[in-house]
């Protein structure tokens, strides 16, 4: 079993040592810096954070003031409220404007599991990869976090990053080095691809050694920038496996899902199974347990990888 | 009270006024944008773009030049028109308004246009994002010096914002009114047109705004009200503004909508309507009698 350390501690540790790097990064919060770790830029930059309330609309537009105005803001709340109350200022401001603002998504997916589903973030990705210009990435563990969050700041344009609360398996070392846009093999194999992003990836991998047992051979490959799609990777797992599995912490519409699913549909059609929660609201909980109920668990994983298969022969 | 030349007066004022004949033609001409909210803020942005801005029409991205926000961004033809006299663009340009090709698209956008700082049209993003900008402003350095103290590392430029009263409905407004009362922005001005007029009646049916100084005096603002046809009222005012530190200044603009043409003023079917060529006929005769009248 792979350690766990926790993402959000991951995230806070990473933003100062943004902020020593780079004296252009600048943070700001709505008011839930302890929740976000955020407060941990605060008490290294008290000067450079401002806590503009609980007020994510105002949150962003201050940020698109920031970002004009040549700093480079990272505005933290949670993921759902960029997504859904602050979505006309992001549109308008950092798509349409291409104001260089950094979306800082806490608690994305399930993982705020005992708030429940007005706090769950589980169509965030859907909404913002249909807005033009943006760029949404999603770090798998906290080696991830520290090893992204530069190139975030270094990006040309706005940028949503999908941020897990809890603690997760640690998948990479200190040698990892990923480049946005670009997806990564964990796993090769020949029978399927599960193309998967965030927490869905230790899950998958997990997946690919049952799977393993029982003789089939599965790609595991890790889509960490879900838009601009690695279109590449996506069509070579098509040409060369010949079933994909998508795994997220999402809705099955219109995320990491529907982003495949377009691009085989067009370019090279093989069956996609998509993993993820169903057309719904989940509820309140302990993380695994919800994770297991709402269908991402690593059996369902498996499961699907048998269904895309099946597909596959008689297809 | 500051003094300002009547010369200076005057400029202004038939500046005014020849920017309402070119957004009349504007509209005209392709028989679709924004009269009365253009009408009602024409003297004040003739004062603060052919006076009061510190900023280069030649070096639009010049890091310390002030910054104008276009708030009430429906109302932009009257934008377009100040920055090209003022030498961000051909004039010639103007009649291009909102074509297809055109670098002035029907609402600001600010990769397309010199000069235009922010993208609006949906409203109330203004006061929030030049908090953002006077906040960066305050504190950013152009060349940091390891030996300069942090007060001499700020820009001196000022950001001045530019909302309709209609505008004050939508709660992003307040929110950002709030973060930039906390952070004591004296380098933040906002003009509010206060033309009483909103796209389907009076701001005073639609959604009472007043009493609206002490409003804005409650949020922790300094607030001044004043005529705003009046330049040299305007003049003064955005000096005053200029001159409060430690909070920000909000200049209350009671102004007409649809100003300068008779049949327009105080209508609000003139928000979003054109004219046909009768009532652009009457409306270019009663404005170059105006211009007529200040050239004396």
Redesign the interface.
């Known amino acids: 079993m792979a350690e766990m350390k926790s993402m959000r501690e991951a995230y806070g540790a990473a933003l100062v040592a943004l902020g020593k790097a780079n ?1 252009k990064v ?1 943070a700001l919060s709505a008011d839930v810096s302890n929740s976000d770790y955020s407060w941990m830029f605060e008490a290294a930059f008290p ?2 954070f ?1 806590n ?2 609980i ?1 994510e ?2 949150l962003v ?11 480079i ?1 990272f505005a933290n709340t949670f993921s759902f409220l960029f997504a859904t109350r602050a979505l ?2 992001v549109r ?2 950092l798509c ?3 104001a260089n603002v950094k979306l800082m998504g806490a608690y994305a997916g399930l993982s705020d599991s005992f708030d429940g589903p007005t706090h769950n973030s589980i169509s965030d990705v859907s909404i913002l990869r249909s807005l033009p210009g943006m760029t949404i990435v999603v770090p798998s563990d906290p080696i991830a976090v520290a090893r992204l969050l530069p190139k975030i700041a270094d990006w040309d344009g706005p940028v949503f990053c999908r941020l897990n609360r809890n603690e997760v398996p640690v998948l990479f070392d200190e040698s990892y080095a990923p480049e946005i846009g670009k997806a990564m093999v964990h796993r090769q194999g020949r029978d399927l691809t599960i193309i998967c992003a965030g927490l869905m990836v230790s899950r998958s991998l997990e997946a690919a050694e049952k799977l393993a047992s029982q003789g089939i051979s599965a790609r595991i490959l890790e889509m960490h920038t879900i838009k601009p799609l690695d279109r590449q990777a996506v069509l070579a797992a098509a040409e060369e496996t010949g079933a994909v599995v998508t795994a997220e912490e999402h809705t099955v519409l219109g995320g990491l899902g529907g982003a495949v699913a377009e691009v085989t549909a067009a370019e090279r059609p093989v069956p996609v199974i998509r993993v993820g929660i169903d057309d719904r609201f989940a509820e309140s909980g302990p993380y695994d347990a919800i994770l297991e109920a709402y269908g991402m668990g690593i059996s369902h994983v498996v499961a699907a990888a048998h269904a895309a298969l099946k597909a596959k022969e008689t297809s | 009270m500051h003094y300002h030349s009547e010369q200076l007066v005057k400029e202004i004022t038939i500046r005014a006024l020849q920017s309402r004949i070119d957004v009349l033609r504007m509209i005209k001409n392709n028989q679709t944008g924004h009269l009365g909210g253009a009408f009602s803020i024409a003297e004040v942005l003739a004062a603060l773009y052919f006076h009061h801005l510190r900023i280069d029409p030649k070096r639009p991205d010049w890091p310390d030049r002030d910054r104008l926000l276009f708030s009430k961004g429906h109302a932009c033809a009257m934008l377009y028109s100040m920055l090209a006299h003022r030498g961000f663009f051909d004039p010639r340009e103007l009649m291009t308004f909102r074509s297809f090709n055109s670098m002035l698209q029907g609402h600001p956008d600010p990769s397309k246009t010199p000069g235009v700082e922010i993208a609006a049209g949906p409203l109330g993003h203004g006061i929030a994002i030049g908090t953002g900008m006077a906040l960066s402003l305050r504190m950013r350095s152009a060349k940091p010096s390891s030996r300069s103290a942090p007060s001499s590392r700020a820009s001196a430029a000022r950001v001045y914002v530019i909302l309709g009263d209609g505008e004050i409905n939508a709660g992003v407004v307040w929110e950002g009114i709030m973060a930039a009362a906390k952070f004591r922005l004296g380098n933040l001005t906002a003009i509010l047109d206060y033309n009483g007029i909103q796209q389907t009646g009076a701001t005073a049916d639609v959604m009472p705004t007043e009493p609206i100084g002490a409003k804005w005096e409650a949020f922790g603002w300094h607030v001044q009200e004043i005529h705003g046809h009046n330049v040299a009222e305007v003049l003064d005012a955005l000096d005053r503004a200029d001159e409060v530190h430690a909070r920000p200044s909000v200049i209350i603009a009671r102004t007409v909508k649809g100003k300068g043409v008779s049949f327009m003023e105080y209508d609000h079917r003139w928000h979003g309507a054109p004219p046909n060529d009768q009532q652009f006929a009457q409306g270019m005769e009663e404005l170059q009698r105006e211009v007529a009248a200040w050239q004396k």
């Open positions: 004296e600048v000067e450079r401002y503009v309330g007020a609309q105002s537009d201050v940020a698109v003031g920031f970002a004009y105005t040549g700093h803001p006309e200022m308008t401001h349409y404007g291409k």
